[in-house]
């Protein structure tokens, strides 16, 4: 009986690997448009997808990063301004997708921008630091795509988001845990009812990559805690606010640095008449985070308590 089932087994992974091999046609013909182009796995994908020959409709949120995209490029590849935070910029960038793709409708939706300035300690945060992060992560990526989903719909496309592995696991304090369980809940939701039009939807859950995210959230974290209130900062200590900055910088340091991982997986998402519902890039999200979302809580906050630092009045 083992060997029946282990033979099913076999054959189940023999036809799904030779599905998801089998590439879309007319690739050269089809539009895809990506936010937050102008670093990170929105920048790699974006020239990625630009030199295999697709459409690439490119949304930058500075000038400067369109210029530097437009440089390395070729005439295909055309970019625009967006700040996903922005009702007229979704706006106005709806209507420039319209005008280049004119009747042929949307083939790729990719929501990658991303933030996660401010994060730290939840005490030390307001609500306003967590809206910057949920608005960009969450309700930007929200409106870009009820704006874009009749364009994709016409294709019969693909909408792509960007989420993490922070999204099935919440280990920080901030915004954007959050935010990317919120990524989860409205790709899931999305996914079921795009179905019937022949839309499909994948999400994409990196580990950790070195790009400037990471970075730019711990480069702040000294001004974050420059403005908790002296009894927080009582209850927390100094030496909680540099252990904390070097576990950060730690995970930064052995973060991967081959973000290609995540841009194959956007591009299969793409490209592939088979994509997946759910794409993890890296080790940490294969052998850690993925397995410990199905751990019992108990464990994972046991497994945190060691690693996180203690606070100077922990009891
Ligand atoms: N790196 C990781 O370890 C990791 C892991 C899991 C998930 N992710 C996710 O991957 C996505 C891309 O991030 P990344 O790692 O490539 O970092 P990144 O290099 O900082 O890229 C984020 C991009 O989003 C842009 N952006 C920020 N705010 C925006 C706004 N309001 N409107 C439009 N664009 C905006 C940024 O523009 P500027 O550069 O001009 O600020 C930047 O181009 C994010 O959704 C992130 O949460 C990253």
Redesign the pocket.
């Known amino acids: 009986m083992w060997l029946y089932l282990a033979a099913l087994l076999g054959l189940y992974f023999l036809r799904r690997w030779y599905q998801e091999r089998q590439k879309v046609e007319n690739l050269t013909e089809k539009f895809v448009f990506i ?9 790699l994908l974006a020239r990625q997808l630009d030199a295999r020959g697709l459409r690439v409709l490119a ?4 000038q400067k ?1 369109a210029e530097q995209l437009d440089k390395v490029t070729s005439e295909r590849l055309k970019t625009s301004i ?4 922005s009702k007229e910029s979704v706006a106005a960038a709806t209507e420039w997708v319209k005008g280049c793709i004119g009747s042929k409708g949307l083939w790729g939706l990719v929501n ?5 300035l401010p994060s730290g300690p939840n005490e030390w945060l307001t609500k306003d630091d967590f809206a910057k992060v949920i608005n ?2 969450l309700l ?1 990526m929200i409106d870009v795509t009820l704006h874009m989903v009749p364009l994709v719909r016409r294709a019969r496309g693909r909408v792509v988001n ?5 999204g099935r696991l919440a280990v920080f304090g901030g915004g954007y845990c959050p935010s ?1 369980f919120g990524v989860e809940a409205f790709s899931d939701s999305l996914r079921q009812e795009l179905h019937p039009f022949g839309v499909q939807v994948s999400i994409i859950e ?4 070195q ?4 970075a ?1 959230a711990l480069e702040n974290l000294k001004n974050v805690w420059n403005r908790v209130p002296s009894d927080i900062k009582e209850v927390y200590g100094k030496q909680y606010l540099e252990n904390y900055c070097k576990i950060a910088q730690y995970s930064i340091n052995i ?1 991967s640095s081959k973000l290609h991982l995540v841009t194959d997986c956007m591009e299969h998402a793409l490209t592939s008449c088979s994509p997946r519902t759910r794409y993890s890039a890296g080790w940490d999200a294969k052998l850690l985070y993925v397995p410990a979302f199905y751990f019992p809580t108990s464990i994972v906050d046991f497994v945190m308590s060691c690693i996180q630092p203690k606070p100077a009045q922990a009891v």
């Not at 936010?35 to 920048?43: I, K, L, P, R, V």
């Not at 949304?59 to 500075?62: D, K, V």
């Not at 990658?112 to 996660?116: E, V």
């Not at 990196?206 to 990559?209: C, D, L, V």
Request: proline share 2%; with cysteine.
């Open positions: 936010t937050g182009c102008d670093s990170g796995f929105g920048n949304a930058c949120l500075t990063g967006l700040d996903v935070t990658n921008a991303g933030t996660a960009v992560n930007g960007i989420s993490s592995t922070n990317k990196p580990g950790g990559f790009t400037t995210i990471a730019r973060a």
